[in-house]
């Protein structure tokens, strides 16, 4: 059985992957969907802010010096890499939350925020909850390529196992590849990822946990590693 996979996620996310699926005896093939850039963005007045929610590294990494006014707030992040990314950038506290942006909201809530400022990307899910003013503000996009890269064809012509990391990569992937899918395999880091994929593939399985690294467990036992 064939260890080679298939990290269609951008950089610098893509790198990190590659490097933890070679500590599982994976074989990793980079060929990112998507490249990320800054957009230009005006800061929202930081005055009756309670906390900045980060869902993605991106933000922090990519927003640049407008966030300088909104470190001092409590941070409250998507998971430990994107936490780690709101630490690099000066955020002082961080809190790393659940699985994904509803359940982040939920534990927000439930600290008492009312007001929270959210950095984010151009094409993103409208997250809301009903005690939260959530203030969207687009700071970097994540431009998609317009046809499967030459790696990521020669991958799955020999058998790699797809990782899609998350419902837009997974429409995009499905898109890309076209009606000739019966022959590729897929590991989906969520259920909403999976279902975006579609139908038609030899096989679709989902992370135990929406977490980079439940994914690349995943693909080891799938690889047979």
Request: charged letters at 20%; glycine letters at 8%; aromatic letters at 4%.
């Amino acid at each position: 059985m064939s260890a080679a996979i298939l990290i269609l996620r951008p950089e610098p996310g893509a790198s990190a992957t590659a490097a933890r699926a070679r500590t599982l005896r994976l074989e990793p093939v980079v060929a990112p969907l998507f490249e990320v850039r800054p957009l230009a963005w005006e800061p929202p007045d930081p005055a009756g802010l309670d906390a900045v929610m980060l869902t993605s590294g991106n933000a922090p990494r990519l927003a640049g010096d407008g966030m300088t006014p909104f470190l001092r707030l409590p941070c409250y992040a998507v998971g430990e890499a994107t936490a780690d990314a709101a630490r690099a950038a000066g955020f002082r506290d961080v809190r790393a939350g659940p699985a994904d942006g509803a359940a982040l909201l939920e534990a927000m809530a439930g600290d008492g925020i009312g007001t929270a400022f959210h950095p984010c990307g151009r094409d993103r899910t409208g997250l809301r909850h009903r005690a939260i003013d959530l203030r969207d503000v687009p700071v970097y996009a994540a431009d998609a390529v317009d046809r499967l890269p030459a790696a990521a064809r020669a991958a799955l012509d020999a058998g790699a196992l797809a990782l899609l990391h998350s419902p837009r990569a997974a429409a995009l992937f499905a898109d890309l590849v076209g009606e000739d899918r019966a022959g590729v395999r897929i590991a989906a880091i969520s259920e909403a990822a999976a279902t975006a994929a579609g139908e038609g593939w030899q096989a679709v399985e989902v992370a135990a946990r929406p977490r980079d690294q439940a994914l690349l467990e995943l693909a080891a036992k799938l690889c047979g590693t």
